[in-house]
Nanobody, 117 residues
Framework: QVQLVESGGGLVQPGGSLRLSCVASGMIFRIYNMYWYRQAPGKQRELVAA???????NYADSVKGRFTISRDNAKNTVYLQMSSLKPEDTAVYYCKAHRGRMYSDYWGQGTQVTVSS
């Protein structure tokens, strides 16, 4: 079965950096667009970054210039490099795989990122 497993979260001070990873299994990774979402307590889940099968990227305005999404198809992995972190980046971060409306989306279990001094 398809599995997405995130890792790399943790506690970091404001201004610090973290790199999240999401490893996929049970799927043909290279044919899926990949996304990072986040959900803060009491808030709706929001899209943070996306990367297409061709490597095109898109970012939420709140993270542009600070976060970078990338993928390694040989390792079935999507990354989110986060820099200049702010307290408002605190959330559970999830990865999602999407192939198209005719197919199911797949989600990981999430990894907690806490930005605090």
């Amino acid at each position: 079965q398809v599995q997405l497993v995130e890792s790399g979260g943790g506690l970091v001070q404001p201004g610090g950096s973290l790199r999240l990873s999401c490893v996929a299994s049970g799927m043909i990774f290279r044919i899926y667009n990949m996304y990072w979402y986040r959900q803060a307590p009491g808030k709706q889940r929001e899209l943070v970054a996306a990367i297409t099968t061709g490597g095109g990227t898109n970012y939420a305005d709140s993270v542009k210039g600070r976060f970078t999404i990338s993928r390694d198809n040989a390792k079935n992995t999507v990354y989110l490099q986060m820099s200049s972190l702010k307290p408002e980046d605190t959330a559970v971060y999830y990865c999602k795989a999407h192939r198209g409306r005719m197919y199911s989306d797949y989600w990981g279990q999430g990894t907690q990122v806490t930005v605090s001094s």
